[in-house]
């Protein structure tokens, strides 16, 4: 097995190496650091519990303390800022869900209005909803734009870029259905016009748009349709393909910056007669 | 990528890794800094825009003007500045498709090795292009108004008052949704409805008037309008005959 990263602990914290004769001698020669205690103990044990059974330490050392390369700049931070503006959107979004109810003939609208005008903070947490999406999609398309001009989505990385612009797509159809779940004037419209015109598309628009209207015209069971996929379909894509962009993002390595040598240290080369 | 090239590239980036600085807490930190300025930004936006309701869905209606979502204003003027219904398909799903799969495509069409943009000519004009389209149509959708708008330029015959009465009435026109069924110019749908673009040459105003009393059935009467707002049904009727 290859040896797994260690966390990187200043010099005053790192466990001393045992002086000859310290310690019980089974290798567990915690005896310095004075973990013996029982109670001191239980967190260590507990941790240890969990691991014996998940052998999760593995993979979190492997995740959290494998090296980045080096001149990593503020530019690699647009893809976790995405990750952020999509979390604080399915928190927000949850919340908005406690209050609203899917149901065009009477109580979307108001219960829209109840989350505006009522309820303890709630035109504040729909406000974080709707500019969230702005933002997230402002990420999404910075961080897509770094990758290309830094040239990051070339070999290996090919399949982490695909993963990405599904995810661009998954953004694009989130913020679509989500513009008619508050059910006022300007939603209704602008949805009208959206489904009309993925109808005008060839061979599959028709079938698309009759999908998304849940029939050949806007009727009562088309608003809950775009709410179960906004709330239920999309989310969930965007969470697994989320993780496997992560999975290989970690397992390739972030991409070095593109104007830089990769030249082995000097003193490596170094020759010691 | 060749094999060669591939294996140069995996050699390089093992050395700059290993001169790189654990993920944990480095990277980490960088990434809780970004999500502060996010988190900021949102709450800002949240407090300072707020997020307005406005009147509730009414399907009867035929006078609204509906906008997208900013971030859509790219696909809308795509759709505004194509006119002919044939291309109207090529236009909303054509672009759209052509660019995603171009873009999905993007490491299968790219294969060279060079990952520095200034040695990418095609790549940095390519890119910088598609930032300046989408840049230049969003620009314009949000400037522009909705499919509804009339894109009609005053003769220049007319005079001051007539240019007044001509620009107010096409407003009208573009609320009522007469486009849904007329052609004017080179807007609108051409049917069910005739064609209006030279209707001032065919029908005398107090006939354009009379027919919007009267209307040949799908068409909604306009007798509404004008007890209303008799200045509207003035100028609709005014701009119709200009319509020479």
Redesign the interface.
Known sequence: MPKL?A??LPKSLKPKPKRPGEGNGNGNGNGAVGLSHPVAEAGVSAVDWIDERTSLSGGIRW??????????N?F???G??TM??FL?QAVTGVFLAMYYRPDATGGA?ES??YI?DQAFLG?????????????M???IFLHM?RT???????????MT??IG?VL??LT?AM??TG?LL?????????T???VN??G???FI?PYLSDFLRAGPE?GATTLSRFYAIHMLLLPGLIIALIGAHLWLITKL????P????????PELEQTEV | MNQAEKEAYLREYSILKNQGKPFFPYIVAKDAVMAVVVMAVIIFLSLYLGAELGPKADPTTTTYVPRPEWYFFFLFEVLRVVKPPAFTPFATIGVPTICMILLFLLPFYDRSPERRIERRPVALVSGIAVILAIAYLTYEGAAAGSPNQVDMKAPSTLTAAQVKTFDAGKLVVGQSGCLACHKLGENGNDGPGPQLTHIGSKLRPAAIAQTLYNPTAPMPSFKGLAQQYPQKFNDLVGFLSELQ
Not at chain 1, 123 to 135: A, D, L, N, P, T
Not at chain 1, 182 to 190: E, I, S, V
Not at chain 1, 258 to 265: I, M, V
């Open positions: 990263p966390p990187p995740m959290l303390f494998r090296k980045v390369p080096r001149g990593v503020w690699y931070t647009l976790s800022a952020f503006a604080s609208y829209m209005r505006t035109q504040f947490v729909r406000g974080m909803h709707k500019w969230g999406s702005s933002v999609v402002i990420l734009a290309f001009f830094f040239g990051a989505y070339k070999y290996p990385r090919e870029w695909i612009v661009l797509i694009m913020s679509f513009y508050p059910f006022d004037q300007r939603a209704y419209w602008a009208i016009v959206g015109i993925n005008t598309g060839p628009g806007f390595g972030i991409s070095a593109p104007w830089l040598k990769g030249e082995p240290d």
